[in-house]
Every structure is written in C-alpha cells, then in structure tokens.
C-alpha cells in the first residue's frame, strides 16, 4: 500500500497505527511468553514410587541365631578398635610413668638403707 503513489497521509498514517499495534502485540505475548518459561523452570516435580509392603516374614530361632552371629563380627571389631585405640593412648604416659615410679621407689629404698647416727655417750 505504501507503494502505491495513491496512498494518502491518511492512509499512511492508519497502516502505521495498524503496525505498531501489531508490534505491541508481540511484544506483549513475547514477554508473557517469558514470564510463563520462567515459571515453568521455577516448578519441580516429584515422583515417588511406593510398593506395597508385603506380610512380615516369619522369623525362627534359628534366624535369630544367624542375626546375632553376624552382629557378632561387627560387634568384635568395634571392641578391638577401641582396644587398639586405648593401648596407643597409654604408650607414651607408660613410657613417663614407668621410669618416674622405678626412680621413685629406688629413692625411697635408697632413703631406708641410711643408718641413723648414733648418739655418742654421754660423759658425767
């Protein structure tokens, strides 16, 4: 139309109101196009599977023995860890305290062996 040389101001001006109202118009859907992918990024979703428990499987002695018997393993590791954690703990204050008590009661067996001086007599 705006290539014809009829075209008037008039039309000129109404297909210039006409595109910018279609561009207005895309500009609008385009932003609310936005604003919905980032809602859309914003919503998470959760699956869960969940399958129906069965009845309790029924338990005998001798289940219960194995259970025990295999808590045993992990129950003599841990007192075995705790037994080589105590020994590395008391090393070093052996190593202080053994030679500190061996001088102490060598000292005090040293202070028992003096003899006491005797008193000289008295003259009259």
């Known amino acids: 139309m705006l290539a014809r040389p009829s075209a008037t101001i008039t039309n000129i001006v109404e297909i210039d109101k006409q595109l910018t109202d279609a561009q207005a118009e ?10 919905l992918a980032n809602e859309t990024e914003k919503v998470a979703v959760e699956i869960s599977f969940r399958v129906p428990e069965t009845a309790a499987p029924i338990t005998t002695g001798l ?13 003599l590791g841990d007192s075995l860890a705790n037994l080589i954690t105590t020994i590395v703990f008391l090393i070093p204050w052996l190593l202080v305290l053994v030679p500190s008590a061996w001088l102490l009661i060598k000292a005090w067996k ?3 062996r003096r003899p ?3 008193t000289a007599p008295a003259a009259d």
């Open 26 to 35: 895309l500009d609008s859907e385009t932003a609310e196009r936005k604003v």
């Open 63 to 75: 289940s219960e023995i194995w259970d025990s018997l295999r808590g045993a393993g992990s129950t």
């Open 110 to 112: 040293r202070s028992r």
């Open 116 to 118: 006491v001086p005797a």
